[in-house]
């Protein structure tokens, strides 16, 4: 059964840091990962998604790795602002027939100005 | 109006009283979903429509009636509901229920008293 941990369930750092994000997974035969943010009280906003053939997506200061053999992902995120502020959710879509999405419980995370 | 929209935003209701939560998408997609997000949970898929037809029921409590009745409405009837049902409410769509990206609306904050 596919299970899903992020890692650090919440992060505070200054304005201007470079941080990691981790996400795993316990079943390597996946079809795709997908990170999304979400704001406090609101909906999901997707970020990135890396089909399992790909090793890294980029979009603007953010970049998601995929290591599929260890069962990891990773987004980074580059020179942080408050407006990153928001907890960021690690969704994970199975191969084969049942391709639901299964997911973490998200990295809360606070960039102080 | 652009993407996934959802109303009401919050809903407070008490346990005899009969609410629906709807939500529209203006994506052109043929999939769609309604999620509940708890705390300290990760988000459960409750219901996926394809072509307004139900693809799939996660076990959810038939005091919670889901009703599709176009691509681009998609309504979750609820009666009767129980203190825990309180969470937030999430819909989204995507090209088609297996492969592709979901987009999310903004969600419905519910409580029931």
């Known amino acids: 059964k596919q299970e899903v941990t992020q890692i650090p369930a919440a992060l505070s750092v200054p304005e201007g840091e470079n941080l990691v994000l981790n996400c795993s997974f316990t079943d390597s035969a996946i079809y795709n990962l997908q990170w999304f943010r979400q704001d406090p009280g609101k909906g999901l906003t997707s970020l990135l998604l890396?089909?399992?053939s790909q090793r890294e997506q980029t979009s603007g200061r953010l970049n998601a790795s995929l290591d599929k053999s260890s069962g990891r992902s990773t987004l980074y995120i580059a020179a942080s602002q408050p407006g990153d502020s928001a907890t960021y959710l690690c969704a994970v879509r199975n191969a084969g027939n049942n391709r639901k999405l299964i997911w973490g419980l998200g990295t809360s995370l606070a960039v102080n100005p | 109006e652009t993407g996934v929209t959802q109303t009401p935003r919050h809903l407070v209701m008490g346990m005899t009283n009969k609410k629906s939560l709807k939500c529209e998408q203006h994506?052109?997609?043929?999939?769609m979903y309604w999620y509940k997000q708890s705390a300290k949970k990760p988000l459960e898929l409750m219901f996926v429509y394809s072509l307004e037809e139900r693809v799939e029921n996660n076990s959810v409590p038939s005091r919670f009636s889901p009703e599709c009745p176009n691509s681009s409405h998609l309504f979750l009837h609820l009666h009767t509901l129980q203190p825990e049902d309180s969470a937030l409410y999430l819909c989204?769509?995507?090209?088609?229920?297996?492969?592709?990206?979901?987009?999310f609306g903004p969600g419905t904050r519910l409580t029931v008293l």
């Open positions: 890396i089909q399992s």
């Open positions: 994506l052109g997609h043929n999939a």
């Open positions: 989204a769509s995507s090209q088609d229920p297996a492969y592709n990206e979901q987009f």
